[in-house]
């Protein structure tokens, strides 16, 4: 096994054997998922410590289950109910928390970077569940096991990320994941919610969803971040639909075969019509959800298998 990383903070970090290591171990988690018997021991007698500083419902549930189905104690902390909305710094946290001697600790954080100073503050491995616009490198992980799995490879594709680029930290990690299997990449969106320093990431960049989703294989449609949004982005969500929200009609200029992701949660008629999310030929959002947990099983699996080696 390649992977020799002590946390999982970012895509940045990894190189493309680290991917394919990690997608491969998470094949086999999709079986045990699959079968009858879905429990394993790997993180039998481990603490995994999850802390969500951002509201979640779907990344919080997996890793859960994730963290469960491998055996580990697993213990959620209500951060909106906790010490921090008395005073307490993000570094005393950590230092309360190293002191419990968790094995694993899973993080969500509204500010960029915040993960990483966790991760220098404990002795545990640290997994990040999203920071700020930063990154969220396990919805990446698990959206490239997703194409794989749809397309049989994950290599020299052409795929559509469309929507709120700007504010989207999925939009990131899936940038520099695809970027480093050698992809080609295109992002379609109003201008207003591209990032002004878009060029530096060996992109496409398109206003036009007719245009953008020309012949690609893959479309992947992203929320719009209200709760991160201080202005007029868009004119309207009517107006926003109308030009970029994806249709049967944007979507019959992809491939025949073009596949459709949302990382979720999805404003139907917003963001994409509902029909299409439902369109069990063209949508694989749901196997997204699957793929979730066995790429955070994965994921904590080799994190483990390394924290106990170097503590060994």
């Known amino acids: 096994m390649t992977f020799l990383h002590r946390h999982l903070l970012g895509i940045e970090q990894l190189r493309p054997d680290d991917i394919t290591a990690l997608l491969d171990l998470a094949e086999e988690y999709v079986s045990l998922n699959r079968g ?6 790997v993180l039998a007698g481990l603490t995994q410590i999850n802390m969500f500083f951002e509201n979640s419902t779907r990344t919080q549930a997996s890793f859960e289950l994730a963290g469960k189905r491998l055996g580990a104690d697993v213990m959620n902390m209500a951060m909106q109910a906790s010490s921090v909305k008395k005073g307490e710094t993000l570094i005393d946290t950590a230092l309360t928390l190293n002191a419990m001697h968790p094995d694993l600790l899973v993080v969500r954080h509204p500010h960029s970077g915040a993960v990483d100073l966790l991760a220098q503050k404990v002795n545990c491995a640290v997994l990040n569940a999203g920071d700020g616009r930063h990154e969220h490198p396990t919805q990446a992980l698990l959206d490239a096991l997703t194409i794989r799995r ?87 969500e009517r107006e926003y ?14 491939k025949d075969d073009a596949i459709v992701m949302h990382p979720g949660p999805m404003n139907r008629g917003v963001e994409i019509d509902g029909d299409i999310a439902d369109d069990i030929n063209r949508s694989v959002i749901q196997e997204q959800v699957e793929m979730g947990v066995a790429v955070r099983m994965a994921a904590m699996d080799l994190l483990a298998r390394n924290h106990k080696a170097q503590t060994a």
């Open 36 to 41: 009858g018997h879905k429990h394993s021991d």
């Open 150 to 236: 749809a397309k049989g490879r994950l290599h020299r594709l052409s795929i559509a990320i469309c929507g709120d680029i700007a504010h989207s930290r999925v939009a990131r990690s899936n940038i520099i994941l695809l970027g480093k299997m050698e992809n080609r990449i295109k992002l379609i969106g109003p201008p207003t919610l591209m990032p002004s320093e878009i060029e530096h990431f060996g992109v496409e960049v398109y206003d036009d969803m007719n245009e953008g989703l020309k012949d690609v294989d893959v479309v992947m449609m992203l929320r719009l971040q209200k709760e991160r949004m201080d202005g007029g982005f868009i004119p309207s």
């Open 241 to 254: 639909y109308h030009r970029y929200g994806l249709d049967a009609e944007k979507l019959a200029h992809a």
